[in-house]
């Protein structure tokens, strides 16, 4: 049995805690996965921190939801920011445009992430991340599980017309 | 891993909401390693985001720069709000870098007033 208790996070907002008792998961997926907080600031602004624990690495998240926008920032092993990069959906066409903000200029890894996300969910986005270059599948689980947590968080937008995020394959 | 030891999220935050000169303003701010992350917002996204740091020097004192990296790029009060919490965090003993986030709808001295004063009321340095 793996006992942790979700800590507290200074703030003026409400705080918290809670234990959970939580079953030893299957072996041949050790992912261990700790929601630790996920705090409501008041409708407008909601504050999520998350982490998983990989077989070598750990991905910390962050999703800060505004009214008309949501930044993310991933965090591989340690909490430094990152590049920092901006996606949305332009007009007319819909089509997804990137920019890097800070840093990541020869670097695509946040880029292709953000990209992703926005092509995933619909959202305008704005992404923070630290995961090293040339990590493809350390890339592609981040973007996975950021991914299903924003649809869990109810986050996601439905296409125009088209498939709900479930029928997307998303 | 030790179980039995709380684990905390390596990025400390703080979240406030209050009111300026009318408008519901969001205050949040997040310390990471190497940097702080600001973000005010009126109108639901981050809108201008800015970049400060300070440039330490042996022989004078410390300098500071800020940079708007996205978004409107004519607004002087945005950058010296900017100005005044790096120097702030500098002041504190941090030489950690600032990305501060401002989305107002009024970029009048006074509400940069209130912003800066409201965030170094909540700051994490």
Redesign the interface.
Known sequence: M??????E?????KIQNASHTKAKPPPLVDLIS?I??N?A??G??Q?T?F?EDLHDVTL?F?I?R????I?V?I?CN????GH?Y?AAITRPNDQVAV?S??GGTSDNTGSGIARRLVLKTRL?I?V?CNIPKDSPMLEATAERKLAEKLRSLGYVRPKPGGKSPDQAGF | MD??R????????????LDIKGN?T?I?I?K????F?V?V?Q????GT?L?ARKEESVLTDPTYSVSI??GKRDEPWLLACGRQLIEHISCAGSSMHL?LSL?LKDHSPETLKDVTLAVIE?R?W
């Not at chain 1, 793996?2 to 800590?7: F, G, K, M, W």
């Not at chain 1, 340690?78 to 920011?81: D, E, I, N, S, V």
Request: hydrophobic residues 45%; contains cysteine; negative net charge.
């Open positions: 793996v006992n942790y208790e979700i800590a996070v200074c703030g003026l907002h700790k630790l907080e705090q600031v008041d407008d602004v504050i921190c982490t910390h962050q800060i505004l009214a008309k926008q930044f920032w965090g340690t909490a430094k920011f920092l901006a920019t903000i800070l305008n704005i923070a | 179980s039995g709380p684990f905390r999220f390596p990025v400390a935050h703080n979240a406030v909401s519901k969001e949040m997040c990471y390693d190497d940097k992350l973000i917002t109108i639901g996204c981050m985001i970049h990296i996205f990305v989305g909540n994490l």
